[in-house]
């Protein structure tokens, strides 16, 4: 929506760079996790998930790991490109439903 | 895009009113949430609906309260509105209710004065 990201931590990038945009989670019984882009004026769009079985998930361009032990949740986004710019959350599932609890944010910004 | 649309965009209100949000789900979609996202801050989830029965609720007041439809359509309805209640209010389907990709419309940002 508009305004996202008005508060949120910024990371900023050169362009062709990776990106590395981290996450905490709270519930130790979440099984599923998921990462979203959020633009100006847009909801959330999928990018990637990895459920609790696995430490280690890519995309194309991107890879989540996730780290069960201290419940920790990262993005990585290789070449890092302008159309990269916007807030990334993330959201675990605590098994009940698709009910997601969502992070924070971070806002990702590319420079030219 | 997602295929989930919602209406309106932009919505303004005043305090002690009710207002009415719908969204329209992908087709086939059995699973509709509606989330609120105050400015700078993550969504949070409101309720979830499944085959037109409420599946769960947040922390969430019951002046908001919702309606699924069996045409994949779907209302958020706020009474008695609060200067706190303007927001995003983002609407999401899934195929189903576990562990399944959720698409986001782009939201009614609500306005309450």
């Known amino acids: 929506g508009e305004n996202v990201g008005l508060h949120l931590p910024t990371l900023s990038v050169q362009e062709g760079d990776n990106s590395i945009i981290n996450c905490a989670y709270s519930?130790?019984?979440?099984?599923?996790f998921i990462w979203y882009k959020q633009e100006s004026g847009k909801g959330p769009q999928f990018i990637i998930d990895i459920r609790s079985n696995m430490d280690k998930r890519q995309g194309q361009r991107v890879t989540v790991l996730l780290n069960k032990t201290v419940k920790h949740l990262s993005l990585q986004i290789a070449a890092t490109q302008p159309g990269d710019s916007a807030v990334y959350f993330c959201a675990e599932d605590n098994n009940a439903g698709n009910m997601l609890t969502f992070g924070g944010g971070t806002r990702l910004m590319v420079k030219p | 895009e997602t295929g989930v649309t919602q209406s309106p965009t932009h919505l303004i209100k005043t305090r002690g009113q009710q207002v009415t949000l719908r969204c329209s789900s992908q087709?086939?979609?059995?699973?509709v949430s509606w989330y609120q996202q105050a400015l700078g801050q993550g969504p949070q989830f409101i309720f979830q609906y499944y085959r037109e029965e409420e599946n769960g609720r947040g922390n969430f007041p019951p002046r908001f309260s919702g309606l699924q439809f069996p045409n994949y359509s779907s209302e958020l309805n706020v009474n008695a509105l609060e200067l706190d209640d303007s927001a995003l209010y983002l609407c999401?389907?899934?195929?189903?209710?576990?562990?399944?990709?959720?698409?986001f419309g782009s939201g009614t940002q609500l306005s309450v004065l």
């Open positions: 999401a389907s899934s195929w189903d209710r576990a562990n399944e990709k959720l698409f």
């Open positions: 087709s086939g979609h059995n699973t």
């Open positions: 519930n130790s019984a979440s099984d599923y």
